[in-house]
């Protein structure tokens, strides 16, 4: 007794790929897009082919140097952009003394404070002999980005009533003020 068995259509589908389909001539291949038809004997298919295998040029140190600028200025800039949901952040989260307005001061002091202190290292990887005084221009621009943020975190601060700008909080020796009513919570 033989047993045959008969493999699924799928599977025999995958083994053997169909034919591709022969390309209409009215219809050009896109930018770049190398040609399917290496046997064929139209220039312009032999002329797509040779520039898809042609090796890119290596860009010039000016243009790197212009590429390197670019990039540094979008890392320069990053600070203001995260201004907006900060600054959202933090008047929602109110002017009491409640942990997550505590950690959101924290955050909004420490991470200007130590963009500052590693703007070098945030910017070394763009710089070259030839874009030195490009790159001081960023790093200025970094720095006073993230004094933005730090004047951010200053004004919440103010806001929660923390920024000592009265006389009797740097006098000894001047009397608070006085309440003109008090309120009493009912029980």
Do not use: C, H
């Given at each position: 007794m033989s047993t045959t068995t008969t493999i699924p259509t799928w599977v025999a589908d995958l083994q053997s790929p169909p034919a591709a389909k022969s390309k209409n001539g009215s219809i050009p291949d896109p930018p770049g897009?190398?040609?399917?038809?290496?046997?064929?004997?139209?220039?312009?298919?032999?002329?797509?082919?040779?520039?898809?295998?042609?090796?890119?040029?290596?860009?010039?140190?000016?243009?790197?140097?212009?590429?390197?600028?670019?990039?540094?200025?979008?890392?320069?800039?990053?600070?203001?952009?995260?201004?907006?949901?900060?600054?959202?952040?933090?008047?929602?989260?109110?002017?009491?003394?409640?942990?997550?307005?505590?950690?959101?001061?924290?955050?909004?002091?420490?991470?200007?404070?130590?963009?500052?202190?590693q703007t070098q290292q945030a910017f070394e990887r763009f710089e070259s002999e030839t874009n030195k005084s490009g790159l001081l221009q960023v790093k200025l621009a970094y720095v006073a980005a993230q004094l933005v943020a730090l004047a951010l975190g200053v004004w919440k601060v103010n806001g929660m009533g923390l920024l000592p700008t009265t006389r009797s909080d740097w006098l000894a020796w001047e009397a608070q003020r006085d309440p003109i009513e008090f309120a009493v919570p009912g029980l």
């Open positions: 897009y190398p040609s399917q038809l290496a046997g064929s004997k139209d220039k312009k298919a032999k002329s797509t082919t040779a520039a898809a295998a042609a090796p890119r040029k290596q860009p010039t140190t000016d243009e790197m140097d212009t590429l390197k600028l670019k990039k540094a200025w979008e890392v320069a800039l990053g600070p203001l952009k995260n201004l907006p949901m900060t600054a959202i952040m933090m008047y929602m989260s109110g002017n009491s003394l409640q942990i997550f307005s505590i950690m959101m001061v924290f955050m909004a002091f420490k991470n200007p404070i130590m963009g500052i202190l």
